[in-house]
């Protein structure tokens, strides 16, 4: 019968986000604690009962008590699995750190943390060979014991580590040099690998899992975990398996006439999942004229009322004064000539300056000619 589990890592549970909007940071933070359900659920329809989870499983040393107990108690709430915890460099083994405040609080009998270089019995018939670390930064491969430690004959033997892979070019915040061959040096079954944020395969027997729930706009493949099954001999079958809540996108656009906002509104509208658990990423480049302008600022609040969170930026994005655009301003604003023109007249000087690339307020008169145009239209749209 195979060995099932399921392997992840860099949960960083208690991540601050303090990037983010409050409400918004505050949900992020409940999705990463989210991750513990979701996972146990993937374990339970995978037929695995073990989840080894390879370091970073919390942000951090200095977490408030009250978040590791309902950590702890989630952990707990998930019975017949067994969660293998590894300390990373954000959760380091260290004297008087996290994993002591742990111990003293109370380890559920479901959880098992590995802060030792010594095998861990998963099953009679499979050992966990750990590489826990101490310290950010070890100075050292902490996965070279591995290929001296003893397991009875016949017992697979998986290994679980947190670092950089030399050759690879990991991403990972950890300065930690995990061997690329180490696998095929110890003997290894599977080596279940954390720090790298996505899903991916350094050899057959060798992945990282990535973080279960992306925190940032990179497209790394983040957002999933490991269903591992392992028969014999074989290469193993590492299956990965969507476990994010909020999806993170990234998507960069040449605006060249307010038409070419159909092609965003097609990416977005074919994003897997909800809409309202989408944090995007808008990069708007090219050019358009103030009044196209106008309408695309009337679109983004209807963009930004689909999603979770829209952070735009359009600094490539330049916007030519017309003279047809000046001359429609007060119509756009719904005007009448009885005012004289006020708000073209202030257009056209506005536009002189934004045209000046001598003159020091060249960038703020853009500014505010482009801000004009829009107040123009939203003052049209609330009169429609």
Do not use: C
Not at 54 to 63: E, N
Not at 202 to 227: C, H, Q
């Amino acid at each position: 019968m195979p060995l099932r589990f399921i392997h992840t890592a860099d949960w960083q549970l208690a991540k601050p986000f303090a990037n983010m909007p409050s409400a918004l940071a505050g949900e992020l933070a409940a999705a990463r604690l989210g991750i513990i359900a979701r996972v146990a659920a993937i374990a339970r329809a995978e037929g695995a009962a073990h989840v080894l989870v390879a370091g970073d499983v919390f942000d951090g040393d200095l977490i408030e008590s009250v978040v590791i107990r309902r950590a702890l108690e989630q952990l707990r709430q998930e019975a017949g699995i067994t969660w293998v915890l590894l300390p990373g460099n954000h959760d380091p083994a260290r004297a008087g750190g996290l994993w002591e405040r742990i111990a003293r609080i109370g380890v559920p009998d479901n959880v098992a943390i590995l802060t030792e270089a010594k095998p861990f019995a998963l099953s009679p018939e499979a050992a966990v060979l750990p590489a826990p670390l101490t310290s950010k930064n070890p100075g050292r491969d902490p996965t070279e014991w591995m290929d001296h430690a003893a397991t009875s004959p016949g017992v697979l033997r998986i290994g679980l580590a947190h670092g950089s892979v030399h050759g690879f070019g990991s991403e990972g915040e950890s300065s930690v040099p995990l061997a690329r061959d180490r696998a095929a040096r110890a003997g290894l079954a599977y080596l279940a690998l954390g720090d790298w944020h996505g899903a991916k395969s350094i050899d057959a027997k060798t992945w990282y899992s990535g973080t279960p729930e992306p925190d940032r706009f990179k497209d790394n493949d983040a957002g999933n975990v490991l269903a591992i099954s392992i028969d014999g001999s074989t290469p193993p079958d590492v299956k990965p398996i969507a476990s994010a809540h909020f999806n993170w996108v990234q998507i960069a656009s040449v605006i060249r006439s307010i038409a070419d906002v159909l092609s965003i509104e097609r990416q977005v509208t074919a994003l897997p999942g909800a809409s309202s658990r989408v944090i995007l990423s808008l990069e708007l480049s090219g050019a358009v004229t103030l009044s196209e302008y106008a309408e695309l600022e009337t679109w983004k609040p209807t963009l930004e009322g689909r999603l979770r969170h829209l952070e735009l930026d359009e600094s490539g994005l330049a916007v030519t004064a017309s003279s047809g655009d000046l001359e429609r301003l007060d119509s756009l604003a719904g005007q009448d000539g009885a005012q004289g023109g006020v708000l073209t007249v202030a257009a056209r000087q506005l536009a002189a300056i934004a045209q000046d690339s001598s003159n020091p307020q060249k960038a703020v008169a853009d500014l505010a000619l482009r801000r004009l145009f829009a107040f123009a239209a939203e003052e049209r749209e609330a009169g429609a």
